[in-house]
C-alpha cells in the first residue's frame, strides 16, 4: 500500500450505531473520537429537528468542517475515528480528499431496524420521520477502496473486532492493545 491507514469514518445512516461502534474501536485503539454531529451548524440542526431533511448544499460546509477536523487531530499525533452518515459517494470523496487512506467502516441495517433504534434515542435531534430520506440518500460504499461493511445489529464488541481484524492485512497495527 502506498500510504498508511490514517483515519477511520464510522458511517451509516442514522441509528445504525455509528457512536457507539466508534466508541468501541477508540476503547481498542486509544485514538480519540470525533462525533461528526457536534460539527453541524445551528442552521442544520434546526432544518432536522423540524423533520425537514439536509441537501447536499447544506451538508457540504459540514463535510469540509469535519475533513479539517480529522487533519487538526493527527496533525496533533492522534488518530481519529469520525462518526459521519457519510451517505453519499461525493460526501465520502470530501472526505477522503482532505485525508488521504482514510477508512470507512459502513454499518448496515434495515430501515425497520433504524427506525426502531432512533426512536429509542432520547433527547436527539434527529426524528424518526426522516429515517426514509436517509435511506434515500444512501449511496452504499460497496466496491469502494478501503470500506469495511458490517451488519450493525452485531454486538459492540463482535464489530470492533471485525475492524480490527480487517485492518491488519491492510498493514495497520493492530487496534486490540493487550488487555
Not at 65 to 86: D, F, K
Not at 91 to 112: C, H, I, K, N, S
Not at 150 to 157: C, E, N, S, V
Amino acid at each position: 500500500m502506498n500510504s498508511p491507514l490514517s483515519a477511520i469514518v464510522v458511517m451509516g445512516v442514522a441509528g445504525c450505531g455509528k457512536s457507539s461502534v466508534g466508541q468501541a474501536i477508540v476503547d481498542k485503539s486509544g485514538g480519540r473520537l470525533i462525533e461528526g454531529d457536534a460539527f453541524h451548524p445551528a442552521a442544520n440542526i434546526a432544518k432536522m429537528s423540524a423533520g425537514i431533511p439536509l441537501n447536499d448544499d447544506d451538508r457540504a460546509g459540514w463535510l469540509i468542517r469535519l475533513g479539517q477536523e480529522l487533519q487538526a487531530c493527527m496533525q496533533a499525533g492522534e488518530r481519529p475515528v469520525l462518526t459521519c452518515s457519510a451517505l453519499k459517494r461525493r460526501y465520502r470523496d470530501t472526505l477522503r480528499d482532505a485525508m488521504p487512506g482514510l477508512v470507512f467502516v459502513f454499518l448496515e441495517l434495515t430501515p425497520a431496524e433504524a427506525e426502531k433504534r432512533v426512536l429509542a434515542r432520547p433527547g436527539h435531534f434527529m426524528p424518526a420521520s426522516l429515517i426514509d430520506s436517509q435511506f434515500a440518500a444512501l449511496e452504499a460504499p460497496h466496491g469502494e477502496p478501503l470500506t469495511l461493511a458490517l451488519d450493525a445489529t452485531q454486538p459492540l464488541k463482535a464489530l470492533a473486532l471485525a475492524v480490527d481484524t480487517w485492518l491488519k492485512p491492510h498493514g495497520e497495527r493492530a487496534l486490540a492493545q493487550t488487555a
